[in-house]
């Protein structure tokens, strides 16, 4: 069962933040984020385990809501850097397969 | 190290032939994994083994095979290509299922023509 994002995209000006949105209609064990710059392959940025924890990454940083089967990626005082396409993963059960979301295109501009 | 190798980069295919897409790594990871991007869109898993001996299917499986015979290697067979398996195919590979970073190779645009 594939997780859903949201928004698809989001244009932002360098400085300001957005959050991205990861959910799916099954228990979770896992939630991953990666981020795919054009042309190239996908980046690992963090791994969320069942239990709520949030973590960060620089200034991305993301949260868990077991509960509600939803992770949200939050991007802080964004950089050119920062854009590219965010990709949430989930994984159901340990040791099982990990599946991705459709992916949400960021562009940063100055 | 090397992490995770894919060859070829580049292939182009007719309608019918088959090939094998090769896949390392010299992480000593367990799990591993493939799939496809098509333009514009999401991975889609293919297949994916939890370890030596061991494959299963992902939710875009047919027309392709796997095998694993050795922790390092993980081939992707195509049986007899398709214009639809046009895409780019990333393998990755990661310590354990779900709960380490996937380390992506760096891809193998394929066409079918």
């Known amino acids: 069962q594939q997780p859903v994002q949201s928004p698809q995209a989001v244009i932002l000006r360098e400085g300001e933040d957005a959050v991205i949105n990861c959910s799916s209609s099954k228990a979770l064990y896992s939630v991953h984020w990666y981020r795919q710059k054009h042309g190239e392959a996908p980046v690992f940025l963090m791994i969320l385990l069942k239990g709520g924890e949030q973590k960060g990454h620089d200034k991305i940083s993301a949260s868990f809501n077991e509960k509600k089967q939803q992770s949200s990626l939050y991007l802080t005082a964004s950089q050119l850097s920062y854009s590219g396409t965010y990709f949430c993963?989930?994984?159901?059960?340990?040791?099982?397969?990990?599946?991705f979301g459709g992916g949400t295109r960021v562009l940063v501009k100055p | 190290n090397a992490g995770v190798t894919q060859t070829p980069k580049f292939q182009v295919l007719k309608t019918g032939q088959s090939m094998t897409l090769q896949c390392a790594q010299d992480?000593?990871?367990?799990?591993m994994s493939w799939y496809r991007q098509d333009p514009g869109m999401g991975l889609r898993l293919i297949h994916y083994?939890?370890?030596?001996?061991?494959?299963d299917q992902g939710e875009v499986p047919n027309g392709y095979n796997v095998s694993r015979s050795t922790t390092e290697d993980f081939p992707l067979r195509l049986l007899s290509a398709a214009p639809s398996q046009t895409s780019v195919y990333f393998c990755a590979s990661s310590y354990s299922a779900g709960d380490s970073p996937l380390h992506f190779g760096n891809g193998t645009r394929l066409t079918v023509t």
């Open positions: 992480m000593n990871h367990e799990y």
């Open positions: 083994s939890v370890g030596a001996g061991i494959t």
């Open positions: 993963g989930t994984e159901q059960a340990a040791g099982n397969k990990l599946t």
